[in-house]
């Protein structure tokens, strides 16, 4: 079975502090794609990043980052010099390539304090 | 380009009362996908269509949920009667194609409440 566990319910930084979401997958799947979405309080998600099986350079996008290790089954996500416009719920997914089901995370919620 | 376009915004409707969203996806997007969302949790998946035939609806609570999406473009959602478990945001995706990696583009959502 797919599952993907973001074990940080909630979190609070202060802005300007670098802060990691943690995302840790389970599948049988040896090809599948690793997404993060950002939700704001309007309420729609928006795709930040997809990264696939076999792909583990790690990716940095601005002040975003990423960094997957298939070894630890791990796709971490890391905001460095955080912003307010950054609080919102983040969610780690997995889709696998035989079923076609993305499977998303409870998410994190980010709070950046100014 | 527009993005995929959910109404009503918000509903609030009291247990056994019916309801109905629609959902217009992103032109071109042959797949669409309405998801539940629990306060607190993530999305979970209810139907997937790719174009005008159901891929997956075994998730949806075929007793009181129905959707149907029949010219393959907009969609509607209709659950009869609501229960107070219904209570959620409820999600429409649409994505280009069928490739695996396509990322889902997600409309703004409409926030069930059910008294």
């Known amino acids: 079975a797919q599952k993907v566990t973001q074990a940080q319910t909630e979190i609070s930084v202060v802005e300007k502090e670098d802060v990691t979401l943690d995302c840790v997958y389970e599948t049988r799947d040896t090809t599948y794609y690793l997404f993060w979405y950002k939700q704001p309080p309007s309420g729609e998600l928006v795709f930040l990043i997809r990264?696939?099986?076999?792909?583990?350079q790690n990716e940095i996008s601005g002040r975003y980052s990423w960094n997957f290790q298939k070894s630890t089954s791990s796709f971490n996500f890391t905001i460095t010099a955080s912003q307010v416009v950054d609080s919102a719920v983040y969610f780690c997914a997995l889709i696998g390539i035989r079923d076609d089901k993305i499977i998303f995370g409870k998410g994190t919620r980010l709070h950046i304090l100014p | 380009e527009a993005g995929v376009a959910q109404s009503p915004r918000y509903k609030i409707i009291e247990k056994r009362q019916s309801v109905a969203f629609w959902c217009n996806p992103i032109?071109?997007?042959?797949?669409l996908y309405w998801y539940q969302q629990i306060l607190g949790q993530g999305p979970k998946l209810l139907i997937q269509?790719?174009?005008?035939?159901?891929?997956?609806d075994s998730q949806l609570p075929k007793d009181r949920f129905s959707a149907e999406r029949l010219k393959g473009v907009d969609s509607t959602l209709k659950i009869q009667p609501a229960k107070l478990e219904d209570s959620a945001v409820y999600l429409c995706?649409?994505?280009?194609?069928?490739?695996?990696?396509?990322?889902?583009?997600f409309g703004n959502g409409t926030r069930l409440t059910v008294t």
């Open positions: 995706a649409s994505r280009f194609g069928t490739a695996y990696n396509s990322p889902l583009h």
């Open positions: 032109s071109g997007h042959a797949t």
């Open positions: 990264r696939n099986s076999f792909d583990e």
């Open positions: 269509f790719q174009n005008n035939g159901v891929v997956d």
